[in-house]
């Protein structure tokens, strides 16, 4: 199969972030507008405080002009951090080279990519992973990525004939009778992998820093209210903690959340290592590009970076799945967050099976 193609805006459009900023979700805006609300009210408050209805109009007024024109600096803003996207998103794509002919040619050897500078072959022992999308194909290798666009294509029916092509020659390696397990992770699974991660797994030290900060603020926001609040109200000490304690501390949370898959996943295992098969993507990784591996009595957690982990909860490890317990045992090492680049081989080379 030989496929010769341009590269189209429309494809290269669809790699790139999509534009997510919308008018109002702006943390200044909000803070602009919570600002304009309290001057706002405390118009309101000199009214109803008989101070008169010229400070007060004065006061609301203010507010209500300080809110408007912040909305329009808001839409402005927005429409111009737009337009330098697009304009960013066609400057990358005249920076392209070869965009305008492009060959991807596939044998039973593995695959070419070439243009007018320079050709590319990948064997198809050295092919990682595969997966696809609405528009693209995506082919990992050893040595690196190579993107697809589904347009290159003539016909679904050729569409269809070359996933087929590369599914097959990245499960040639696997046998049919290769050992497997079926599940699905749970968010209790990913749960426990988290608290995994945090006590055993060097998660604690994130954890901690972010502690530490919140335990200084909160020091902070007593001393400012020692100093400010005459009174002593402890409601003002609980609002102030709120506002510069619970608001960082609530965003941190935020911001480390992902969305966890919760569908299906079929592993298969071997000496040479796992095959994972998703809904859309399949990948196949070597023992020895796991750092390691941490369990308790709910889900044992392969490290492949200190930050990259795949989950398998044990309720999965029965019948073949034990062999995989025993197999992860064997090849790999305790994961220390320490040490967390150690090469595996010192373990392999330490196994029983190694030294037998």
């Excluded at 305008?100 to 593995?110: C, H, I, L, S, T």
């Excluded at 020692?226 to 506002?243: H, K």
């Excluded at 309720?315 to 064997?330: N, S, Y």
Aim: contains cysteine; hydrophobic residues 40%.
């Amino acid at each position: 199969m030989k496929l010769t193609y341009a590269i189209k805006m429309d494809d290269f459009k669809a790699l790139r972030p999509p534009f997510a900023l919308r008018a109002g979700s702006n943390a200044g805006f909000k803070g602009v507008l919570v600002a304009c609300g309290l001057i706002a009210l405390l118009g309101v408050f000199t009214l109803a405080e008989g101070m008169g209805i010229l400070v007060g109009g004065l006061l609301i007024g203010l507010g209500a002009v300080g809110a408007t024109a912040a909305y329009f600096y808001e839409q402005r803003s927005v429409r111009t951090k737009r337009e330098a996207h697009e304009k960013n998103i066609s400057e990358a794509f005249r920076q392209i080279h070869c965009r305008d002919k492009r060959v991807f040619a596939v044998d039973e050897n593995g695959f070419t990519v070439s243009c007018g500078c320079s050709t590319v072959t990948r064997p198809w022992s050295g092919l990682a992973s595969f997966s696809e999308n609405d528009k693209h194909f995506a082919l990992g290798t050893n040595a690196g990525g190579q993107i697809l666009p589904k347009s290159a294509f003539s016909s679904e029916a050729q569409i269809t004939e070359f996933r087929a092509l590369v599914s097959g020659k990245l499960n040639q390696d696997k046998s049919v009778a290769s050992p497997h397990i079926d599940f699905a992770c749970t968010l209790q699974d990913y749960r426990a992998a988290y608290w995994l991660h945090i006590l055993k797994g060097g998660g604690w030290r994130n954890l901690g820093k972010m502690l530490a900060t919140s335990a200084f603020a909160t020091w902070g926001c007593v001393v400012i209210w020692r100093y400010v609040s005459a009174s002593r109200d402890p409601v003002v000490l609980v609002g102030v903690i709120a506002l510069f304690v619970g608001a960082p501390a609530f965003g941190m949370v935020m911001r480390s959340r992902k969305k966890d898959y919760l569908g299906q996943l079929r592993l298969y295992f071997g000496d040479d290592g796992l095959h994972a098969q998703y809904p859309a993507t399949q990948s196949r990784r070597p023992w020895s590009q796991f750092i390691g591996y941490l369990e308790n009595k709910n889900v044992i957690v392969l490290y492949l970076s200190p930050k990259f982990r795949t989950v398998i909860p044990k309720r999965a490890l029965t019948g073949q799945g034990v062999r995989l317990q025993t197999l992860i045992k064997a090849k790999l090492a305790r994961h220390d967050y320490r040490n967390p680049i150690r090469p595996v081989e010192a373990k392999l080379a330490s196994s029983p099976q190694q030294a037998s």
